[in-house]
T-cell receptor, first 114, second 111 residues
Framework: EAGVVQSPRYKIIEKKQPVAFWCNPI?????LYWYRQNLGQGPELLIR????????DSQLPKDRFSAERLKGVDSTLKIQPAELGDSAVYLC????????????FGPGTRLTVL | SQQGEEDPQALSIQEGENATMNCSYK?????LQWYRQNSGRGLVHLIL?????REKHSGRLRVTLDTSKKSSSLLITASRAADTASYFC???????????FGSGTRLQVQP
């Protein structure tokens, strides 16, 4: 069974440019998460989806970040415009949404903003 | 904001030795989970302990949970060079179905 798929794996952009990350969760997982991980830190939640509904986006900087999960499967996270401080690894995770909430993570997208 | 704090931040041991990592957290939880992250990779789930459990084993891993002290420990016995990674505790907080991670312990196992 395929795990969580993310693309691209690496992205280098100039500040003020837009960037988008894509995630395909494990088949059957209703809950999808986007996390941001700064160097030397643990992941921090940006947004959580239950099917196609964003149920927790309190940590998402809404002035420049947006996300969508069309049809409750794949998801896209966008930053526009990017700032130097957005350099980080963006991780996507999915879970069944029931029980103990064990999450399965993708490999992440490492973003460098110059 | 990070819920948990791991201790130590970094740990270097010889192959065959045991490694112990500690985690403290602040709020009530449904469960506490430990994840491993190899350099440049995603996180891999290791073990989960529920709030009504005190100890759990999985292979060479032993996790304890003390909800009165809001702390947990992860013990890796007979460590191997392949155990070199960062280890994170994550809490599934009551009323919020999203994990809150600590800052991690970087473990280096010398062959």
């Amino acid at each position: 069974e395929a795990g969580v798929v993310q693309s691209p794996r690496y992205k280098i952009i100039e500040k003020k440019q837009p960037v988008a990350f894509w995630c395909n969760p494990i088949s059957g997982h209703n809950t999808l998460y986007w996390y941001r991980q700064n160097l030397g830190q643990g992941p921090e939640l940006l947004i959580r989806y239950e099917n196609e509904e964003a149920v927790d986006d309190s940590q998402l900087p809404k002035d420049r970040f947006s996300a969508e999960r069309l049809k409750g499967v794949d998801s896209t996270l966008k930053i526009q415009p990017a700032e130097l401080g957005d350099s980080a690894v963006y991780l996507c995770a999915s879970s069944l949404g029931t029980g103990d909430n064990e999450q399965f993570f993708g490999p992440g997208t490492r973003l460098t903003v110059l | 904001s990070q819920q948990g704090e791991e201790d130590p931040q970094a740990l270097s041991i010889q192959e065959g030795e045991n490694a112990t990592m500690n985690c403290s957290y602040k709020t009530s939880i449904n469960n506490l989970q430990w994840y491993r992250q190899n350099s440049g990779r995603g996180l891999v789930h290791l073990i989960l302990i529920r709030s009504n459990e005190r100890e759990k084993h999985s292979g060479r891993l032993r996790v304890t949970l003390d909800t009165s002290k809001k702390s947990s420990s992860l013990l890796i016995t007979a460590s191997r060079a392949a155990d070199t990674a960062s280890y994170f505790c994550a809490t599934d907080r009551t009323g919020r179905r999203a994990l809150t991670f600590g800052s991690g312990t970087r473990l280096q196992v010398q062959p």
